[in-house]
């Protein structure tokens, strides 16, 4: 059968690519191997999301006298129930792709497709024809040879999200947004956990100061955290993992249930015809030009499997201006200098733009306004002050970077993310009303801050 655009894979790059493609008015088919919604909607954003919301609300519980509400009896997780309704979570949201792709008249093709030649597909045998191929094929966790994942006492995040019981210790190793989430989900339920970080700061790609707000949150929840360690050996002894590194204090051994690996990802470029035509390929990235094609012409790529930030809503966006470069439309450059990141710990991260080091780094004349959490009444009312907003000017005070700590500020960061790229002013941001109380107008509190014009501080 001939298509005009094929994609493989249905992640949050595929699916949104080939609606955007049926919008067009094309005749789009995608390939599965799996669930529809990839790795993000069963076996990442979305489930992990699901099961921190859980820890949330057990922490409620247990604080809830904090809040003069008295519960009776003991308060505790239970962890089967907990997963179930995670795997639930992510079942409902692969049936809405299934929705909408019936809805945009978009074929399922369900199986392993691989680039048969320049415009065709083979899955599993069956050969299919496109005027355009997209590969969104996403990526998996990657493995270390000094951590051998055996899927049950050494994992990675996949198994992370189903574990038949809740480990008494877990050792996790990496303190990205992975890492991190699942380290602050099992230690809230109650798991002793270990955070070991290659890097000499917690969340490496963060602000400093947010790395130090957030590695004293870990200790709150009483998580050991190690930085600038490196993990030489993890093994499993009996029923437990022996694990060797060397870190400030030289080297030693720590034990425990279990041990995450959280090293990053690897792209999934294996077996889908990539070297057999050809497609130019740097380390485990595909090289694509500035419209998303690849080195043979009717070929592209987005998503996790092109050196690009590997984020779900970064591989949208690159779906919807392959397809419309595909298609004749002129569409606008993705602007990598504006991606918003979110971690969803307690309490959160959410940044976007340079951070104050890289500022420094760069030589950039910038200043910094900054509003604590301690100063909001929203924030105190909810009992939830840990935390800031930090705003980052340039010298004409237009907005650069925003890195924001504290309870859900994920929520806000569409605002910043904004005056970012529209070019805001601190004076602008700070004169702009903002609702009250909420935590939000730490935005407007911070850019005062900036102008010398603090009123709340």
Known sequence: MKYDIIVIGSGPGGYVAAIRAAQLGKKVAIVEKADLGGVCLNWGCIPTKALLKSAQVYTYCKNAAHYGVAIEGEVKPDWEKIVARSRTVAETMSKGVAFLMKKNNIDIINGFGRLAAKGQVDVDGTIYEADAIILSTGARPRTMPFIPVDGKRIITSKEALVLPTLPESMVVVGSGAIGSEF????????VKVTIIEYMPQLMPLEDEEVSKTMERSFRKLRAAVMTSTTVKDVRVEDDHCVIDIEGKKGAESLTADVVLSAVGIKSNIEGIGIEELGIKVERDKVIVDEHY???????????????????????????????????GLKPEAVDYTTIPSCVFT???????GITEQRA????????????????????????DRDGFVKLIFDGEERVIGAHLVGGNVTEMLGEPTLAKRLGVTAHTL???????????????????????AAIHL
């Open 183 to 190: 380290a602050y989900l099992y230690a809230s339920l109650g």
């Open 293 to 327: 094609q690849t080195s043979v012409e009717g070929i592209y790529a987005i998503g996790d499997i092109i050196p690009t930030p590997a984020l779900a809503h970064v591989a949208s966006a690159e779906a919807i201006h392959c397809v419309e470069h595909i298609c």
């Open 346 to 352: 307690s309490p959160e991260v959410a940044s976007v």
């Open 360 to 383: 420094r780094e760069k030589g950039i004349d910038y200043k910094v306004g900054r509003f604590p959490f301690t100063a909001s009444g929203k924030a105190t009312a909810a009992g």
């Open 430 to 452: 700070a004169r702009t009303i903002h609702s009250h109380p909420t935590m939000y107008e730490g935005l407007m509190e911070a850019a005062e801050a900036a102008m010398d």
